[in-house]
């Protein structure tokens, strides 16, 4: 059984700094790619960032491009997404995603809230 479960989200003005984590548990974590999604309520669920199983490659949206970091700490079994200049539309509540490629399941956290505000 996997279990993720992110935190970090809150209330932040635009131009803040926000950092998430996912922490990962039930499964061998360092095998496997992790993401990060969001979603706006009534708005498909769209990738913001994706990271390769050894953190050697990232990928992101070109919304997020230069103003978020993603990475990984295998040790901890926890991903991460730095936040910065945050604006007004990147209200949303964001996910993390391990999509497990043996058995076809994708995983997904309970997601946190990230609201940017004046």
């Known amino acids: 059984q996997v279990q993720l479960v992110e935190s970090g989200g809150g209330l932040v003005q635009p131009g803040g700094s926000l950092r998430l984590s996912c922490a990962a548990s039930?499964?061998?974590?360092?095998?496997?790619?992790m993401g990060w999604y969001r979603q706006v309520p009534g708005q498909q669920r769209e990738m913001v960032a994706t990271?390769?199983?050894?953190?050697?490659?990232?990928n992101y949206a070109d919304f997020v491009k230069g103003r978020f970091t993603m990475s990984r700490d295998d040790a901890k079994n926890t991903v991460y997404l730095q936040m910065s200049n945050l604006k007004p539309e990147d209200t949303a509540v964001y996910y993390c995603?391990?999509?497990?490629?043996?058995?076809?399941?994708?995983?997904w956290g309970q997601g946190t809230q990230v609201t940017v505000s004046s």
């Open positions: 995603h391990l999509p497990d490629m043996r058995t076809g399941v994708d995983y």
């Open positions: 039930g499964t061998i974590f360092r095998s496997y790619a």
């Open positions: 990271i390769s199983a050894k953190g050697r490659a990232t």
